[in-house]
Each structure stands twice: as C-alpha cells, then as structure tokens.
C-alpha cells in the first residue's frame, strides 16, 4: 500500500503553504475505509475550528501494532492538535496509554476516539479520551451539538457504518458497493490519499459517488470471482492470496453476502506460514467465534464475536488443507447445533 504526507523519519509531510501562526492539527486515522471516512469527517470540525489539517491514514496507522510502537513516537511537537480516530489500543493496553501520555507532553491538545471496547484498570492520561458506542461516532466533533451535520456528513457516517459492518445500518446494493470502493480505493495506485480525501468531502456529487461505485465493482471482478471460492457445506472457503490485507474482511463478507453461506473462511499462504481469517453471516443466529478458539493452537491475531485472524506455522500444504477441513467441519456443526445450517 503506498505511503502519502510522508517524512523520512515519522511519515508527515509538511505543509509549505501554512501561515505563519496559523494553528496546525494532524490526524491519525486507522488505514481502512472506515478510518479514512471518520479522518475526512474529523477534518470538517477542525477546520471550521480553524486548524490547518494533515491527515495520516496509511499502513502507518492501518497496522495497530505498528501504530503505537513505531508511529506515535515521531509525531513532532509543531502540532497544536493531534486527533486519534479509529484505531484499537494496542492488545497491551498500558503500553498505548503510556505512549498516549508521552505525546501529550509534547502536543499539548491530543485526543483519542474509538469504538472498540477495551478492558482497562488505569485511568486514561489524557483529557479527551473516548471509546464511543458506535463506528458511527468515531470522529472528532461527534459530541459538538451546536454544529449542523449537513446531509453530506450524515451520508458519510453511514458509510462508515456500513463500510464497519455495523449492524444498525441495512445498507443497499449500491451503498455496499460505494463502501467497497472506498476500501479498494486506499490500495488503489490510482489516486494519492490528498486525492481521495478530495473525492469523499464531495461524496453527494454524481461523480464522487460513481468513481467510488466503480470502484467498488472493479474489487468485486479482481478479488470476488468465483475461482477463487469453493464450497464446503455451508462454508465459502476463499483463496485470499496476493490480497492486501484490510481488503481480506470485505472479501470474504462479499462471498457471505453473494452466496448467502454462514461461514467465509479466507486461506493465505506465505513464506513461513499461513493465515486464516474466519467471519460469520451477522444475519444469522450463530454463536460467537470465539467458541473455536479454544481449538486454535496457534497465533490469533483478532479475535472477535464475528471475527477471527490466527497463522498456521511449521505444516507443509497437505497438512494445512487437513486443518482447514477440520476447521470447516466444526464451523458447520456450530451450525448445526444451533440449528441454523
């Protein structure tokens, strides 16, 4: 995925054009559609605030881990604001509240908001922390009620939603495909984030709408066809290799949704190991994923009600494919159990 506003040392690019004195906020948004979405909705506020606004939306941001061990430390002092937007605290929740409160020493405005629940016995250390009660909150400005949300920003939290899987927001066939297309457009050579941010501040246009609807179908061909899928009961299981990963979940939730199984199962191999990423048809009464966990003696990335990540390591082909029928065999007894095959 390419890098855009980037320095060599800390991935900001600076703005040759800023007044001198005019205040300068950064956003770090999580490198997927709904993270870009909830940047450019963050970016509204702050300039009607008056802030000169540079957005950081990357693998910089896109992969948590590396977030808050590498990115957040070269974050320079020249910002008056720095906005956290949709990306996880790291799965050891005293290292990302420790970096919180480091950054705050040196960038005297920081918030962080989120909407992915963590479990944390500290108090946060820094003034404006939020982990919100939906991705359709997850920006800076959701708590202003004296600001007017435009008919634009409310299209662009729906698709945030949508583009989340949340559960509250039943999207059309046009509105799956336009949310894909913002997922495709951030690993997409075509256009340079500045671009991009551009094409959604005008996402009611004609032409906005039907670049990202393109967008989204030219996924579907490349990544979605039907070579790539095979099924086993009521499983898709789905080659994902040569898939950026953020565009892995949008796959196999495409298959759910084609075929109308119960389970997608995505298989990666690498060099070293394989990945296997699982999600389930939220449109059904299954079981929470993470009663196969226990069952998974390997690394697990994600794990989530709807969704899991883990890699296989140290098996030869035959030896994975055996696991991944196994795996599929217990996902459809789940299913039988609970009587929804």
Not at 16 to 41: F, M, Q, S, T, Y
Not at 319 to 333: P, Y
């Amino acid at each position: 995925m390419k890098d855009v506003k980037i320095r060599k040392k800390n991935g900001i690019k600076p703005d040759k054009h800023r007044e001198v004195g005019e205040p300068k906020a950064l956003i770090c948004a999580h490198g997927d559609a709904h993270g870009l979405i909830c940047a450019v909705l963050s970016k509204k506020f702050l300039e009607e605030e008056g802030f000169e606004v540079e957005v950081l939306c990357s693998f910089k941001t896109g992969d948590v881990k590396n977030f808050w061990e590498k990115t957040i430390d070269n974050i320079k002092e020249n910002y008056e604001k720095v906005v956290i937007v949709d990306i996880p605290l790291h799965k050891d929740v005293s290292l990302s509240l420790s970096k919180l409160k480091k950054l705050n020493e040196k960038v005297k405005d920081v918030w962080y908001i989120d909407h992915h629940p963590r479990n944390f016995a500290e108090l946060p250390p820094i003034k404006n922390f939020y982990i919100v009660d939906s991705p359709g909150k997850c920006y800076y400005g959701f708590n202003k009620t004296n600001i007017k949300r435009d008919e634009k920003t409310g299209l662009l939290v729906r698709l945030g939603q949508i583009a989340d899987r949340d559960l509250n927001v039943t999207p059309t066939k046009e509105e799956e495909t336009v949310a894909n297309g913002i997922s495709y457009s951030l690993f997409s050579d075509k256009f340079s984030l500045d671009e991009l941010i551009v094409k959604l501040e005008n996402i009611n246009s004609r032409e906005s709408w039907s670049l990202f609807r393109n967008l989204g179908q030219e996924f579907y061909e490349k990544y979605c066809s039907l070579d790539r899928v095979k099924y086993m009961g009521n499983v898709a299981v789905v080659d994902t290799s040569n898939v950026e990963f953020k565009l892995v979940w949008n796959i196999l939730h495409r298959a759910i949704d084609v075929f109308n199984v119960n389970y997608a199962v995505g298989v990666r191999e690498f060099e070293h190991f394989t990945q296997i990423n699982i999600v389930r048809n939220p449109q059904r009464k299954l079981p929470s994923l993470k009663e196969i966990v226990p069952h998974i003696p390997y690394n697990v990335l994600i794990v989530g009600d709807g969704a899991i990540s883990y890699r296989i390591r140290g098996k030869n082909r035959k030896e994975i494919s055996k696991e991944v029928e196994q795996l599929v065999e217990r996902l459809n007894q789940i299913a039988k159990d609970t009587g929804d095959e």
